[in-house]
């Protein structure tokens, strides 16, 4: 079931997008700030996130902007601004699309099922099953004999580049761009940190890695 977030500071817009998503069998998450937001996406990957930009805490544009630091999550902004500034602001930023209130909802529906038909289509869906652990990268869900293990946003996201190159060694410059973007080439402790937690919760033996395997000042590999 696609997971949809949909993130606006008017309570009547959520009840409207709740009402309409979860008949068309949308699962749906709301928030009324940009934090619950944040908070909602570290615990959960949406597939689709639906973001005002006129939020009571944080402003929509640096919710969008924090989430492009470690998702490429779709994001369909829907927003009473309609100065082209602000629509070329949010599209540079990497929001997908644009949609102004007020709005149609089966436009916006319209606009949803082009962003889960991209993202589907876009990569073939990638399970591993390795000792009793499964990890299905597209979902973006792990299971350890049947009981699931939640991961991070991030600790997805080295994990999805590491196994889409299963047995090959990934160079640390290119894991820290490819997780935090160019920039970061040279924050390795960023990774030691973020792939403690992975071993902790997906290594049979976090100690002895056999899966997520380093070599040292070189890179990283799953070998699972």
């Known amino acids: 079931m696609t997971f949809v977030l949909a993130v606006d500071d008017d309570p009547a817009i959520l009840r409207t997008l709740g009402i309409n998503l979860r008949a068309r069998d949308y699962e749906v998450e709301t928030a009324g700030d940009g934090r619950s937001a944040l908070q909602i996406v570290d615990e959960r990957m949406p597939d689709v996130v639906l973001l005002d930009l006129g939020l009571p805490d944080l402003d929509g544009i640096t919710v969008l902007r924090r989430l492009r630091e470690f998702t490429q999550v779709p994001v369909i902004v829907v927003s009473a601004r309609t100065e082209p500034d602000d629509k070329v602001e949010a599209l540079d930023l990497g929001a997908d699309d644009f949609i102004t209130k007020p709005f149609s909802i089966e436009e916006l529906l319209a606009r949803v099922r082009v962003m889960t038909r991209r993202a589907t289509t876009s990569e073939p869906p990638l399970v591993v099953e390795t000792g009793g652990l ?88 799953f070998s699972g």
């Open 134 to 221: 499964v990890l299905d990268v597209t979902e973006s869900r792990a299971s350890r004999d049947g009981t699931e293990i939640h991961l991070t946003p991030i600790e997805w996201k080295i994990v999805d580049a590491l196994v889409r190159k299963r047995g090959r060694l990934v160079r640390q410059t290119e894991l820290l761009r490819t997780v935090w973007g160019p920039g970061h080439e040279r924050q390795s402790n960023y990774l030691r940190v973020h792939l403690a937690g992975i071993r902790r919760k997906l290594e049979p033996d976090p100690s002895q890695p056999a899966l997520f395997v380093t070599e040292p000042g070189i890179g990283h590999r």
